[in-house]
């Protein structure tokens, strides 16, 4: 590993340390009006969600790390505390881009980027109507980290209304991730796309208790053939199966195998687990975890 200290580094090369590392960022298309009323609209990767009850978005119009200058949408926002955030999505990436374009004051990115406009239902600033996501809410606070170029100022937004594409909906009324296709930031100009192959879903922890690392047996714990991430996904099962499903599934699945390697046991160890990394890697964890025990079932 190598180690930097941040304080010895210059901001470039912090940002480019960091921007490389937290990622992929969600994208906030904030739509801001001055106090004129004139539209700005930006987008800024500082960016995530922070809270369900109350509805809580954050983002952060950083001051400019070349010359400490501050952006138009910090402005807008401690004149006009309200925002419409719109989500970021692969068809829109382009016109994104140029919005992000730093116009003079007073342009209006909404034309620069041919992106149309429409009225806020609950607040003044625009909406993005290309976005299939459009997020009206409130500033609630606007927090400086520092006085420095390249400091956050994280502008606390209270979500009042939400508007839905319903073709990024799914029969139950939600979203559907495989339907939205966002894209997100990486390190410098990278993108990353949520599309395709790169979507996965995962069981969630909160459904069940895993028994963890901790409680599989230690041949298995040990083994190496199972990576850390396989492992994981034995541990996230509540219990081992019981001898009794061990010992059928032993009988019916893996009887030729054992018979076929009964006078070389670690090699047979070393094919049982090759087996259970297969299963694993088709979702078919139960019979890992059979496959494993099977070992030692008697």
Same mark, same amino acid.
Request: proline share 6%; net charge negative.
């Given at each position: 590993?190598?180690?930097? #200290?941040?304080?010895?580094?210059? %901001?470039?090369?912090?940002?480019?340390?960091?921007?490389?590392?937290?990622?992929?960022?969600?994208?906030?298309?904030?739509?801001?009006?001055?106090?004129?009323?004139?539209?700005?609209?930006?987008?800024?990767?500082?960016?995530?969600?922070?809270?369900?009850?109350?509805? %809580?978005?954050?983002?952060?119009? #950083?001051?400019?790390?070349?010359?400490?200058?501050?952006?138009?949408?910090?402005?807008?926002?401690?004149?006009?505390?309200?925002?419409?955030?719109?989500?970021?999505?692969?068809?829109?990436?382009?016109?994104?881009?140029?919005?992000?374009?730093?116009?003079?004051?007073?342009?209006?990115?909404?034309?620069?980027?041919?992106?149309?406009?429409?009225?806020?239902?609950?607040?003044?600033?625009?909406?993005?109507?290309?976005?299939?996501? =459009?997020?009206?809410?409130?500033?609630?606070?606007?927090?400086?980290?520092?006085?420095?170029?390249?400091?956050?100022?994280?502008?606390?937004?209270?979500?009042?209304?939400?508007?839905?594409?319903?073709?990024?909906?799914?029969?139950?009324?939600?979203?559907?991730?495989?339907? %939205?296709?966002?894209?997100?930031?990486?390190?410098?100009?990278?993108?990353?796309?949520?599309?395709?192959?790169?979507?996965?879903?995962?069981? =969630?922890?909160?459904?069940?208790?895993?028994?963890?690392?901790?409680?599989?047996?230690?041949?298995?714990?040990?083994?190496?053939?199972?990576?850390?991430?396989?492992?994981? =996904?034995?541990?996230?099962?509540?219990?081992?199966?019981?001898?009794?499903?061990?010992?059928?599934?032993?009988?019916?699945?893996?009887?030729?195998?054992?018979?076929?390697? =009964?006078?070389?046991?670690?090699?047979?160890? #070393?094919?049982?687990?090759?087996?259970?990394?297969?299963?694993?890697?088709?979702?078919?964890?139960?019979?890992?975890?059979?496959?494993?025990?099977?070992?030692?079932?008697?």
């Amino acid at each position: 590993m190598k180690s930097f #200290a941040l304080d010895h580094l210059s %901001i470039p090369e912090r940002h480019g340390l960091l921007l490389g590392a937290v990622g992929p960022r969600p994208i906030a298309l904030a739509s801001t009006v001055d106090a004129d009323g004139r539209p700005n609209l930006s987008p800024f990767s500082f960016f995530n969600c922070f809270g369900s009850n109350p509805p %809580i978005l954050i983002f952060s119009p #950083a001051r400019r790390g070349r010359d400490n200058t501050t952006k138009d949408t910090y402005h807008n926002v401690k004149a006009v505390p309200e925002v419409v955030i719109n989500v970021v999505t692969y068809d829109l990436v382009h016109q994104v881009s140029l919005a992000s374009t730093e116009y003079p004051s007073g342009v209006n990115e909404f034309e620069k980027a041919g992106l149309t406009m429409l009225p806020g239902t609950r607040v003044r600033p625009f909406r993005v109507k290309e976005s299939p996501v =459009q997020l009206e809410c409130v500033v609630e606070q606007v927090i400086e980290t520092g006085s420095e170029g390249a400091a956050g100022n994280l502008v606390i937004c209270r979500v009042l209304v939400m508007h839905v594409d319903e073709g990024v909906l799914n029969e139950r009324g939600t979203i559907d991730q495989r339907k %939205i296709d966002l894209v997100a930031r990486m390190g410098g100009s990278w993108y990353c796309r949520a599309h395709g192959e790169a979507l996965f879903e995962l069981p =969630q922890p909160m459904k069940q208790v895993g028994m963890g690392f901790d409680r599989l047996p230690a041949e298995i714990r040990g083994s190496h053939v199972l990576t850390g991430s396989e492992l994981a =996904q034995l541990a996230g099962a509540e219990a081992p199966p019981d001898e009794t499903r061990v010992n059928e599934y032993k009988l019916t699945e893996l009887s030729d195998l054992f018979i076929s390697l =009964q006078d070389k046991p670690r090699a047979l160890e #070393a094919e049982l687990h090759r087996r259970a990394k297969e299963l694993i890697a088709h979702g078919r964890t139960d019979e890992a975890w059979m496959t494993l025990l099977a070992f030692n079932a008697r």
